[in-house]
């Protein structure tokens, strides 16, 4: 399994910008005038991971395969996308399927860059955004609703699935996003919400984006935000897209090097990708050998047959049991064979909960 966030955020407040310099490709045109993205645009970003570097040295493995994040960048919202205004209410599909959303909102002031509304003011921006995609929603499940209504007759068992929608289309119209409706996260809630793929039912990080000097410190426009996020049970990130532009092409020396000089650590594709993580509640485990180091998303809680299974379904049928060093004693003891005689290579059956960090050699029967 991998991780796929999709990016929104009203027209011109840095979303296109933020995609070129976190995919380091420029597929998604950046100009300063609303729509300029009007196809969806997807890139696969690998995770940085500086772990897998220092198994491949400890292994002598010929190469590196990340994990992969998928970005997908669609056009502006504005105002009014649900009954077709501007171009990105064409493109919500292209979200519906992502596993979080990343919610872009301006936070810098710039007269050369022209607001789509005329004024900065991220909280109303949040509430454009946010009505859109409720409203994106609530169209899902009218249709929904219909068609079911229609079959009620032949079935009279969809009237339990009829009730939780019209709960649900109630709620929307009320202007709260799925998320808040307890009933989706019942057994029933989470049949509807696979099938509606509800875009407001996802978690969301709202990604700030600043100019140079609110990277350093954070100015009126990040506070509000922060405080949003937080009373939602959201995350936030701040991000400067520009600065974001300006590492693609250094060295992660150099980059580190930038990142300091406005006294910050880690760059907004690191934020991005471990805050998605946490959120989701995703980790990675390790594959070792001569041919390649392979990093492996999977849920925090999941067992080692399931976890074999992300790599091909017949290792999760087949499961015998697990070989499992813990990343830090690999790179104490250096080598597998000395893990093992240090006694730290544990063998695990099919109850074991594979941990973030795990270096894994799967025995199964084909």
């Known amino acids: 399994m991998g991780l796929s966030i999709g990016i929104v955020g009203l027209p011109n407040v840095g979303k296109s910008t933020l995609f070129n310099a976190l995919t380091k490709a420029q597929n998604a045109e950046s100009a300063n005038y609303p729509f300029c993205t009007i196809e969806p645009n997807k890139a696969v970003v690998p995770v940085p991971d500086p772990r897998l570097a220092k198994l491949v040295e400890l292994v002598n493995s010929q190469k590196i395969i990340q994990a992969t994040v998928d970005f997908i960048d669609i056009a502006g919202l504005v105002k009014g996308a649900s009954q077709g205004e501007g171009l990105g ?15 872009v909102v301006r936070c810098f002031e710039n007269d050369d860059v022209i607001h789509v509304s005329g004024t900065v003011d991220p909280i109303r921006d949040i509430d454009i955004i946010d009505t859109e995609l409720i409203l994106a ?17 032949g079935d009279k068992k969809l009237g339990v699935q009829i009730e939780l929608l019209q709960r649900l289309i109630t709620h929307l119209n009320a202007g709260k996003p799925a998320s808040e409706l307890e009933e989706l996260k019942s057994d029933l809630g989470a049949e509807l919400r696979k099938d509606l793929l509800l875009i407001t039912f996802k978690p969301v990080i709202y990604g700030m984006n600043v100019d140079e000097q609110g990277l350093a410190e954070d100015n009126d426009y990040v506070r509000q935000v922060r405080a949003l996020a937080e009373a939602r049970g959201s995350r936030s990130v701040k991000i400067s897209a520009r600065i974001e532009e300006e590492l693609v092409g250094l060295s992660p020396e150099e980059a580190q090097e930038f990142l300091a000089s406005y006294g910050v650590t880690e760059s907004g594709l690191d934020l991005v990708i471990r805050t998605g993580y946490e959120m989701l509640g995703l980790c990675s485990y390790f594959t070792a050998g001569p041919k390649e180091v392979r ?17 091909h379904t017949d290792f999760e049928r087949g499961f015998i049991r697990a070989e499992v060093i813990a990343y830090d004693d690999y790179v104490k003891h250096g080598t597998e064979a000395k893990c093992r005689a240090a006694g730290v290579l544990r063998v695990e059956g099919k109850e074991y909960v594979l941990k973030d960090g795990d270096v894994v050699h799967f025995l199964f029967n084909v």
Do not use: M, Y
Not at 138 to 146: M, P, S
């Open 89 to 103: 209410n064409q493109f919500l599909a292209n979200i519906r399927e992502c596993d979080a959303i990343l919610h």
């Open 295 to 311: 990093a492996w998303t999977i849920r925090q809680g999941t067992k080692a047959p399931q976890g074999a299974g992300v790599i």
């Open 137 to 153: 929603d609530l169209q899902a499940a009218e249709r929904k609703a219909d068609r079911l209504s229609k079959q009620l007759k």
